[in-house]
């Protein structure tokens, strides 16, 4: 069982901004499993600034849940740029947010390739006036790389909030 108190800071500095500027959240998680969603809800009074998650851990929800192209998880995979970004904008669009963070990796055990080794993990972020992405290579077991997962895509919010 992990402690998510490390994440009270990070999810505090973001509910202000956030509620500061009337706007709202969305989250979209593959490898995490919901994991982001969950530290921003442990923070009392979150519904003011944190709209919806989406966990989209197979394609087939990818596709559904957040328009992710067909075409695109089959010419880049789920652990692509490509695909987060269009997860990213997928869950701005299909909620009432205008903020969206999502993530999709390779947390462990098994699972990686030579091109993508345990603990890559894609990041994405749409604001109002972007969307971008980036590739991480995390260390350690599943529970590791997912919670160095949960702790960038955090701090790539604040960073663009």
Known sequence: MTDDSRFEQQVAQLAERLAANGRM???????TGG??????TDRAGSSAWF??????????AKQDMLGVQPAT?????AVSRETVLEMAQGAVERSAAQYGVAVSGIAGPGGGTPDKPVGTVWLAWATPDSLEAVCERFDGD???VRMQTVERALRGLFERL
Do not use: M, P
């Open 142 to 144: 599943r529970e590791q």
């Open 73 to 77: 998880l089959q010419r880049h995979g």
């Open 51 to 60: 709209d919806r998650g989406f966990v989209t851990y197979s394609n087939q």
């Open 35 to 40: 994991w982001i969603a969950k530290v921003l």
């Open 25 to 31: 959240l969305a989250t979209a998680e593959s490898c």
